[in-house]
């Protein structure tokens, strides 16, 4: 049973709908800061993450080679047009600028649906039973996901669907995964998802800006690029 997944999703489903329900109460120069005191928050928690790398050449090639290959696919373009057509489809108002609610809903996407932690705590969890990370990880999204509600609205409810369907994957594909990992690799593929982190974090705090999704391939290419290095070394 999946229970750490449902719980981050229900988690990040109750604080969309907290957030887009005080959406018109918080003042706008509260709304304008919080997401820059977040985005350092996000930044400490993925250097948290770095912090236990064993393998740091490898790590940084998998996070250059793949956001080289993210941006020559145009995965931030690709994603960005799925959403939107998505959205409007559904009974959602964007509010504001398009490209500039794009930009911010795609972070969040990241965040919820393909951080490192969040993937590892639900390989772990389809591994070993133990659900521990995820459930950790909720009460961050929980408040996280208030916060971006109510810049984003309702409309972050959508993200729920990916967070879920990628959530729930690794949990199925844990077993055929985890067997062929070393500790090394999964420490490896933690510490690159907290680049990611830190790197989403500073553009939610615009210092600056940088398509951050198209970092994906990063967490894909890791974990073989650590299992090369330590058999030719």
Known sequence: MPVGVI?????????????????????????DELPKVFGICSFTIGLMSVISVKTLPMVIMAVIIGFSI????????????????????????????????MEVYLLVVLMFSMSGTG??????????????????KSVLDFFTAILFGAALGYAQLLICVPQF????????????????TTPTMIADFKACGGIITMITGLTVAKIFKIKAINLIPALVLVMPFVALYQFIV
């Not at 709908?17 to 918080?26: D, E, F, M, V």
């Not at 959205?87 to 490209?99: A, C, M, S, T």
């Not at 993937?119 to 950790?136: N, Q, R, T, Y």
Request: with cysteine; charged share 10%; net charge negative.
């Open 7 to 31: 719980v981050n999703v229900i988690a990040v489903f109750i604080g969309t709908i907290i957030g887009g329900t005080i959406k018109h109460i918080l003042p706008k120069h509260l709304m």
């Open 70 to 101: 993210g941006e020559l696919t145009h995965i931030n373009e690709h994603v960005s047009h799925l959403f939107s057509m998505a959205l409007k489809k559904l009974p959602f108002h964007i509010e504001g600028n398009h490209d500039e609610y």
């Open 119 to 136: 993937i590892f705590g639900a390989l772990s969890e389809g591994m070993s039973g133990d659900s521990f990370v995820l459930i950790s």
């Open 165 to 180: 369907i990628i959530l729930i994957l690794c949990f199925l594909l844990a077993q055929f995964i985890i067997p062929f």
